[in-house]
């Protein structure tokens, strides 16, 4: 399989390393913006700036996608879904194993802990340019679907105000060279449940990344979850 990696970053030059190693795939493409590239499949570790030019790209040349880059408003979202009806896309805050069974987690057992106050706490190295994370975005958005979609998002606390009951708080910690910290924290009346991830190597978002490109082989179009890739 022919791998086209959009971008040039930190976690793309990592990806490329992985492949070149492990000499499984072939890189036919490296790039922050393609121009003749051909490939079988595109893995995006880009700036969310970037990704209009690549689903067009993607869309011109009929190559499925592997979407991990966040930091996307709901417009992109929106021409990401309309991408997906004509080729396939695994789209993923986070490709990493472990994230991805903590959401399991979390939306089994938040129904059974209704009463209890929700907090979100993620973190990371301080060159991250979005917050909250893509992931803490995700993990709000699983724990709202559990609960009947009856909460809100509250990013951090200011000013003099009660905590209301339906609100799950998210905040963000940026500092050092930490690679990725997620908490998901349920608060009840004499006890706490923590739920937490903490990535220690940037690899497990390589490793995912390359299993779900792989997944996507013979796949027919649709938008694809990591839920799907490790099932």
Request: glycine residues 8%; contains cysteine; charged residues 25%.
């Amino acid at each position: 399989m022919k791998v086209l990696i959009h971008g040039t970053g930190v976690m793309s030059s990592i990806l490329k390393e992985v492949i070149e190693k492990e000499g499984e795939l072939e890189i036919s493409g490296f790039a922050d913006d393609f121009t003749d590239e051909k490939g079988d499949i595109i893995i995006d570790f880009s700036h969310f700036s970037r990704l209009p030019a690549m689903i067009d790209y993607s869309l011109k040349n009929s190559i499925p996608m592997v979407i991990c880059t966040t930091g996307y408003d709901e417009t992109m979202l929106a021409k990401i879904v309309e991408a997906s009806t004509h080729v396939p896309i695994v789209l993923s805050s986070n490709t990493c194993i472990g994230i991805n069974l903590m959401n399991e987690v979390v939306a089994k057992i938040a129904p059974q802990l209704r009463n209890f106050d929700i907090e979100i706490i993620e973190t990371h190295h301080n060159k991250k340019i979005d917050s909250p994370s893509g992931t803490a975005k995700s993990l709000f958005n699983i724990i709202n679907d559990a609960l009947d979609n009856e909460m809100f998002c509250v990013n951090g606390r200011n000013g003099l105000n009660v905590r209301d009951k339906k609100e799950i708080g998210i905040h963000s910690v940026r500092g050092g060279s930490v690679i990725g910290e997620h908490s998901v924290i349920f608060y009840g009346d004499d006890e706490i449940i923590e739920i937490k991830h903490s990535a220690t190597s940037r690899k497990i978002f390589i490793n995912g990344a390359i299993k779900a490109a792989k997944f996507l082989i013979d796949k027919k179009p649709g938008l694809y979850r990591m839920k799907e890739v490790l099932a």
